[in-house]
């Protein structure tokens, strides 16, 4: 069951409830006594950011807000004291608890979220000692709120959720065939029509890159096609999303050390599984929107039929590609999914993609590596989407002399760019099986994260969802 999200006008008595107030002047409610008055002043004189009172009916919590730079850097500080809060609701054990806001900035919204992602856990495979967290329903109050904006973000933080589930499901519980079933199941619940093509029509396809990466696997590759159609969408032509659906990458017969490297490969889909986020959440809101999400996916391995460094293949749309290192899989099939998505005319495509080691070098776990050709009101839009839901972007060049990095002596392009830039020429690669406007999202330094990071948890992060989802629904308005 996931963590409930709900609306109340009012707190009841006795809830357990969290008062953001202004650590500079706090506001606080005519039913404190003098002595807890005087308690919480001392605090917060002392700059205590978390503050509880155990009023043995009910306990209080304050969660004292500062002024910030930015109004997005005080929604950011209100996220991270969700996940601080958190740890306090689970050593108390509270089971509900009703979020009330002194301050009149729409804090509470924040604040659930922060509480919210932090509460995630993964315990699908613990037989024993699997403590899962008490905490099951936030409500959220205040005039400033309404029952449907707090049901869509639950669909939206719930979709964050379901895309950290897919991702940390470890590939011997999901082959592609696996991970399309899943796709199909996510459909049905969400409402948003689901299409698994499989081997046989992907050959007929031509689908090249994707059926050279699977090769070496011992299950077919399958190719997902997600649709959100409602009556009078305010798109004419589609919003496209392409995602990354490698379900293992071992790298290949180019074959990956295991420490910090192929230990970790079972979230080399989570571009698609934020792409699969995506549509649940837009789906399950209703937006107006005409979105398709495109889902190539397969493991990488290596084997007597793997495809070698030096073969040529031929793509989807007709380009022939030198393979030099078989672990630069992801974007041939990605680049199969791209010149498939030309025959929807789309407005606009965002392919979303743990596609380099370089991206997550260049700038870390802090953001997300952006490229494309959409322009600059998109890119900009983008931007500022990033800013305010903190998935914030970094956009990387296309020049054309970037080109230079991809050429191959004998085919007319090669998967394998130079030592620098690895990000860039990959997105480069992308570039040349595209027709409409685009862009493209390296998550790799996003995505999985190898220590906990406040409310983006340990492991899988559901990296992009959120990103896409409220970008998109900007443009439903
Ligand atoms: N899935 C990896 C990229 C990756 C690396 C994702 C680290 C998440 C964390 C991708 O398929 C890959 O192996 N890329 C190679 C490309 C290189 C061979 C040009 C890389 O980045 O090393
Ligand atoms: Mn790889
Ligand atoms: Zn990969």
């Known amino acids: 069951m996931p963590t409930q999200l709900k609306y109340s006008t009012t707190p009841g008595k006795d809830t357990d409830i969290v008062l953001i107030v202004q650590a500079a002047q706090p506001a606080l409610p005519d ?3 003098k002595e807890e008055a005087a308690y919480v002043q001392e605090q917060l004189s002392q700059e205590a ?14 969660v004292a807000t500062a002024t910030a730079k930015t109004q997005q850097a005080g929604h950011e500080a209100l996220r ?18 009703t979020l009330v806001d002194t301050t009149n900035t729409g804090a509470t919204t924040y604040l659930a979220e922060g509480i919210y992602l932090s509460n995630y856990q993964f315990l699908r495979y613990k037989t024993k000692d699997a403590k899962p967290s008490p905490l099951q329903t936030i409500v959220i109050t205040g005039t400033d709120n309404t029952d449907q904006a707090v049901q869509e973000l639950q669909h939206v933080l719930e979709a964050v959720n379901i895309t950290r589930d897919l991702v940390n499901e470890p590939n011997s519980h999901q082959s592609a065939e696996q991970f399309s079933a899943q796709l199909e199941e996510l459909g049905q619940e969400a409402g948003f029509k689901t299409d698994v093509l499989d081997e046989i029509k992907i050959q007929s396809l031509k689908m090249g890159g994707l059926l050279a990466v699977n090769q070496g696997s011992e299950d077919p590759p399958t190719f997902t096609i997600m649709e959100w159609k409602p009556e009078q969408p305010v ?4 919003y496209v999303l392409v995602g990354k659906g490698v379900v293992y990458d071992t790298g290949g017969l180019s074959l990956k050390p ?8 079972k979230s080399d889909m989570a ?3 934020a792409v699969a986020g995506v549509l649940y959440a837009i789906a399950k809101n209703k937006l107006p929107l005409h979105v398709i999400g495109l889902v190539p996916a397969t493991d990488n391995r290596p084997g007597g039929k ?12 007709g380009l022939t590609v030198e393979v030099l290192n078989t672990d630069a899989e992801g974007r041939l099939l990605l680049a199969d999914a791209l010149s498939f998505a030309q025959k929807y005319h789309p407005a606009l495509v965002f392919d979303l993609a743990t596609l380099t080691g370089a991206a997550a070098r260049a700038i870390g776990k802090e953001g997300l590596v952006a490229m494309g050709n959409a322009g600059e009101e998109v890119m900009s839009g983008l931007k500022k989407t990033g800013e305010q839901v903190h998935e914030r972007l970094v956009e990387f060049p296309l020049w054309d002399e970037y080109k230079k990095h991809i050429e191959s002596d004998i085919a007319d392009l090669k998967n394998l760019g130079g030592a620098d830039a690895g990000a860039i020429s990959a997105g480069k690669f992308l570039e040349c099986f595209t027709n409409y406007p685009w862009v493209h999202f390296d998550i790799a330094g996003v995505a999985y994260l190898h220590g906990e990071d406040s409310y983006r948890g340990k492991m899988a992060t559901g990296a992009g969802v959120r990103l896409i989802y409220h970008y998109l629904r900007a443009l439903a308005q």
């Open 271 to 273: 571009g698609a599984a």
């Open 49 to 62: 950011k978390l503050i509880s009172l155990n009023r043995y009916t009910h306990r209080i919590y304050l």
């Open 306 to 317: 793997a495809f070698a460094p030096g073969d040529v293949i031929t793509m989807h749309n």
């Open 258 to 265: 295991t420490p910090q490297s192929m230990d970790f490969m």
């Open 235 to 238: 798109n004419e032509k589609p």
């Open 31 to 33: 039913d404190f006594s």
């Open 80 to 97: 991270q004291a969700g996940y601080s809060l958190l740890k306090q609701l689970k050593a108390d054990k509270v089971a509900q608890i």
